[in-house]
């Protein structure tokens, strides 16, 4: 099993570019999240998907877009990319059951944007 | 406001001895809170979880605590090893609303 899939790994943009950063994942997860890290700020969640078809803003959703393609796959676009959303992006997964089951990560999308 | 807190300074200890870890959390009621291990390059991995009916809960070295009256988890690592050098953080869902909220994490550095 691959788990959580995320790419590209590295990603170089120029302000105003735009890019969309795919996720897969093939644990079965009915949620999926897209979280950024940066240095003191800890996780915070742009966006998620509760379930196949749905999706809601979380804490840092200005500038972000995202897609709940199908059920394995959720991509977060940037159509104008500033120097503020350089970070690196986290994609995570969750089987939503009664066992309050954890997130499972990916390992993460370094995006530069000068 | 809601806030999740840890520890922002590092944390360095001696091998052997052991670890404290603090999450305070203000303006949230969660049923359960996780604990996460991330190392550097990649996304954090599962650790423990503990239950708002569970004062603590052991896992080999690894022991949490839960006191929603002081809004508080505790994380503990016993006899620990350069091995548990890590960022460790702790996340909370935001009751019902399948929204995962982590605290900024605290980086241990455990020295041989």
């Known amino acids: 099993n691959a788990g959580v899939t995320q790419t590209p790994k590295f990603q170089v943009l120029k302000t105003g570019q735009s890019m969309t950063l795919q996720c897969a994942q093939d644990m079965n997860h009915n949620s999926m999240y897209w979280y950024r890290q940066d240095p003191g700020m800890g996780l915070r969640l742009i966006y998620y998907s509760a379930s196949e078809g749905t999706t809601d803003k979380g804490e840092v959703p200005n500038g972000y877009n995202v897609s709940r393609l199908n059920k394995r796959e959720f991509s977060l676009r940037l159509e104008s990319a500033a120097p503020s959303q350089t970070s690196v992006y986290f994609c995570?997964?969750?089987?939503?059951?009664?066992?309050?089951?954890?997130?499972?990560f990916g390992n993460g999308t370094r995006l530069t944007v000068t | 406001s809601q806030k999740i807190e840890q520890n922002s300074e590092a944390l360095n200890i001696q091998e052997g001895k052991t670890a404290t870890l603090t999450c305070n959390y203000t303006?949230?009621?969660?049923?359960?809170l996780q604990w996460y291990r991330q190392d550097p390059g990649r996304g954090p991995v599962f650790l423990l979880l503990i239950r708002e009916n569970e004062k603590e809960k052991r896992k080999e070295r690894l022991k949490v605590t839960f006191d929603t009256t002081l809004k508080q988890s505790l994380f503990h690592i016993t006899a620990s090893q350069p091995a548990d050098s890590a960022t460790y953080l702790c996340?909370?869902?935001?009751?019902?609303?399948?929204?995962?909220?982590f605290g900024t994490g605290t980086r241990l550095k455990v020295l041989a």
């Open positions: 995570a997964g969750r089987r939503v059951g009664a066992d309050n089951s954890p997130l499972h």
């Open positions: 303006n949230y009621s969660p049923a359960y």
């Open positions: 996340a909370l869902e935001d009751s019902g609303t399948y929204k995962y909220i």
